[in-house]
């Protein structure tokens, strides 16, 4: 084979590489185009631009985040073997005239998958970043798949006061669910510029509340307050952290409730407990954890540790069970919870995908997922930077 003919051959792929690449992207922007959302512009960008934690065109950390870039690129190599699950997973199917009936304690949550959970607290129903999409991306042909199908479909959930967004991450704030509530009768809360996101898919502006943290706001008589976390944004390459994270409070007249949202551990966690709790149940990020990102999420042994610090009675653990996210195991978070907090002497609630618990009546803890290999939080320590 002579060069001239090598030459031609390599052209030849070189060419075809570009066209299935140029391909691909238009493909991806075509399709994924509505769902990477907006920029504020105008009055919401100003206002975001006011923030004491607007930095250089974008929001930060007090504690910025740790990244070990080659353990993060590398990390699949020694990836779980039961990332997902080998089979079906049995999720409680959710009757939804029983979800209508308020709790007998004042204080229900009924987990429906990852972070996703409708919290009944003293006559007030609260939706936490709600995703009812098959995929946590942009696309409808590639991304993390949903395990299991929703446990209610979105009309049969009874009328919600509060739908309230951690931040704009595809895997919290989900378009396909967005844009079939937009005409809800409710409020949606959401911190510092994700509400651009919502105005675009068709929210009415005068239903969107946007928060800093440590702002609150009233829902008829429960009181929201935005709490800080230790995560970051972006829905695309260009927009990384141009919208704001956060947990949350939600404090009504008998009950408190905390949501953590996506977050590292962080000093600020203690401030929480001190100036909004004791709270009778903290629901906290477990899963989709690395030591490669160890400020991004808290992991399961820190996720005991804030539960504490925010001054929690009862826990469930959150962010696991629905997408595969990273390398561990997808029953890891839970067990490497439980060893915890039997060590720290914290009482855990598991409900399964669906059931809905009373943490002040809670049962005897149900162990629903299989028994597979993990690695102990001694083997694979996630510690966070910057807890000095």
Same mark, same amino acid.
């Given at each position: 084979?002579?060069?001239? @003919? ?10 075809? $590489? ?22 504020? /512009? ?5 206002? $975001? ?11 930060? %950390?007090?504690?910025? &985040? ?7 690129? @590398? ?13 079906? &997973? ?5 009757? *939804? ?6 709790? +007998? ?22 939706? @936490? ?8 991306? *942009? ?16 009309? #049969?959930?009874? *009328? ?10 595809? =895997? ?39 928060? =800093? ?6 829902? #008829? ?53 001190? /100036?909004?709790? *004791?709270? #009778? ?8 954890? %690395? ?9 399961? +042994? /820190?996720?005991?540790?804030?539960? /504490? ?22 029953? +890891? ?30 049962? +005897? ?14 083997? #694979? ?8």
């Amino acid at each position: 084979m002579t060069r001239r @003919t090598i030459f031609r051959w390599l052209r030849r792929i070189g060419l075809a $590489m570009f066209m299935f690449l140029t391909i691909f992207v238009t493909a991806a922007l075509v399709d994924g185009w509505a769902a990477f959302g907006t920029g504020a /512009q105008g009055p919401r960008l100003a206002h $975001m631009e006011a923030s004491p934690h607007w930095s250089d065109g974008v929001f930060v %950390n007090p504690q910025p &985040l740790w990244n070990d870039l080659w353990g993060g690129l @590398t990390g699949f190599a020694s990836a779980s073997a039961y990332s997902s699950p080998s089979a079906p &997973l049995e999720v409680t199917s959710i009757d *939804p005239l029983a979800l209508a009936l308020p709790p +007998e304690s004042g204080l229900r949550v009924t987990w429906l998958g990852h972070s996703t959970l409708l919290v009944d607290i003293d006559g007030y129903r609260v939706l @936490t970043d709600p995703v009812w999409g098959p995929r946590a991306s *942009p696309l409808s042909w590639l991304g993390p798949a949903r395990w299991y199908m929703p446990p209610i479909a979105l009309t #049969d959930l009874p *009328p919600i006061d509060a739908v309230v967004l951690s931040h704009d991450h595809y =895997d919290h704030l989900d378009y396909p669910t967005i844009v079939a509530m937009k005409d809800w009768d409710t409020t949606f809360v959401v911190p510092l510029g994700v509400g651009a996101h919502l105005a675009y898919w068709g929210v009415p502006e005068h239903r969107i509340t946007e928060l =800093d943290w440590w702002d609150r706001t009233l829902v #008829d008589g429960l009181e929201i307050v935005c709490t800080p976390a230790r995560h970051a944004s972006g829905r695309t390459l260009i927009d990384k952290d141009r919208t704001l994270w956060a947990g949350y409070a939600f404090v009504g007249p008998q009950h408190r409730a905390y949501f953590s949202g996506d977050t590292g551990l962080f000093p600020a966690l203690s401030e929480i407990g001190a /100036q909004l709790g *004791p709270f #009778d149940l903290t629901m906290i990020e477990a899963g989709a954890y %690395n030591s490669a990102w160890p400020d991004w999420h808290l992991g399961p +042994e /820190q996720a005991v540790r804030a539960h /504490q610090l925010v001054r929690g009675r009862v826990m469930l653990p959150i962010h696991w069970g629905l997408f595969d996210l990273a390398y561990h195991g997808w029953t +890891e978070p839970i067990e490497r919870v439980l060893a915890a907090a039997e060590t720290a002497g914290v009482e855990v609630i598991t409900p399964r995908p669906g059931q809905s618990t009373e943490p002040s009546v809670a049962g +005897e803890l149900e162990r629903w997922w299989p028994d597979i290999p993990w690695k102990s939080g001694a083997r #694979d320590p996630i510690v966070a930077t910057r807890m000095e």
